[in-house]
């Protein structure tokens, strides 16, 4: 039986392509390639051009391929953009997943994990965040994510669904095989925006806020491998497979890292001087994000292995050197 990735060719999705590969299981991606690149799909993946509000091409491959679990990436996840844009996060994320779990029930396909995030918490209560503690998303991008967790709860007392929610904290780093990484076009995250400066596509970086609660005033994030990710997303499957509750799990690292500590550790990883400039402060930004991990340690048995920044860092100024345009060069 086959695992199928929607948004398999974007940039978690590929990085769980290819970890789900090289354990040997057999995969079926699903990407309508809006965001994604065709290059970042596994070869020795099957892939469907799709967009997951098309039932009938969903119908296609549940019936063409033998399907045991989904793994949901298929989603818009740009903070600024679900602010201007809100109902195409209505459309992508809320639409495309209720056209999914409807073909889902329809084939018999009862089991999914999927891409949460940290934004579903908003301003945090206090860190580190559990996942029982309060949901009050600062932006539409968050309440989607959160409305799609109510929506598998319904669906699986309806349906009998199981699924597992993966609340991400901030995804960076690039694969060790140097072949996929990183690449949003426009691109928003913060390293691989600090790293064009190296890479001579940008002058400086700007540092979105000087004036947070934080010990140098700029706002605390908890920066997770992709890698580390991905694995979470094979480990949650297999605890569905074996019978697992349905659940919810933070998956970050426990440590978090100031806007201004990213930039000197990039400095330090690059050997580039990396100047920087003071901007006003972005709208929906709370102040910090620092995950507890400790439930995904212990009920899947998951454990992020790169837990150094420098080391995070230096695996995504690999792939960036060498990528300067993403998957266009
Ligand atoms: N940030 C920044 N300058 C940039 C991009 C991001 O100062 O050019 C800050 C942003 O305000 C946030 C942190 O870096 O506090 C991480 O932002 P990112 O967009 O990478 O991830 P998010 O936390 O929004 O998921």
């Known amino acids: 039986m086959a695992i199928l990735v929607l948004g398999g060719a974007g940039y978690i999705g590929s990085h769980t392509v290819y970890e789900l590969i090289d354990a040997g299981r057999d995969v079926v991606v699903a990407d309508d390639l809006q965001t994604g690149f065709r290059a970042a799909v596994h070869p020795k993946a ?163 806020g000087g004036d947070y609660p934080t010990p140098d005033g700029t706002c605390i994030r908890d920066y997770i491998h992709v890698s580390d990710l991905a694995q979470a997303h094979i480990l949650a499957l297999d605890y569905l497979i074996r019978g697992g509750q349905n659940d919810v799990f933070n998956l970050g690292n426990g440590v978090g890292f100031s806007v201004r500590e990213v930039i000197d550790c990039a400095r330090n990883v690059t050997g580039h001087s990396i100047p920087e400039e003071m901007a006003p402060r972005r709208a929906g930004d709370p102040a910090q994000l620092i995950a507890s991990s400790r439930k995904a340690m212990d009920v899947l048995g998951w454990k992020p292995e790169q837990n150094s920044l420098e080391a995070i860092i230096a695996s995504a100024w690999n792939w960036h050197k060498s990528h300067p345009h993403g998957y266009e060069a």
């Not at 991400?168 to 072949?179: K, L, M, V």
């Open 46 to 208: 099957r892939f469907y051009l799709l967009d997951i509000r098309d039932r009938a091409a969903l119908d296609v491959l549940f019936e063409k391929e033998d399907i045991e679990g989904v793994i949901h990436f298929a989603a818009s996840s740009q903070v600024g953009e679900s602010m201007s844009d809100p109902l195409k996060y209505y459309d992508n994320n809320l639409h495309g997943t209720m056209v999914l779990l409807s073909a889902m029930v329809a084939h018999g396909v009862d089991k999914i994990v999927f891409s949460s995030t940290a934004a579903t918490y908003g301003e945090p209560e206090r860190v580190p965040i559990l996942e029982g503690d309060r949901t009050d998303p600062t932006n539409c991008y968050g309440e989607t994510k959160l409305a799609m967790e109510h929506m598998m709860s319904w669906v699986s007392k309806a349906h009998g669904l199981h699924y597992v929610a993966l609340r991400y904290f901030n995804a960076c780093g690039a694969h060790r095989s140097g072949a996929i990484g990183e690449a949003h076009a426009p691109e928003t995250h913060l390293i691989p925006l600090i790293l064009q400066v190296p890479n001579g596509q940008r002058e400086k970086i700007m540092v979105f």
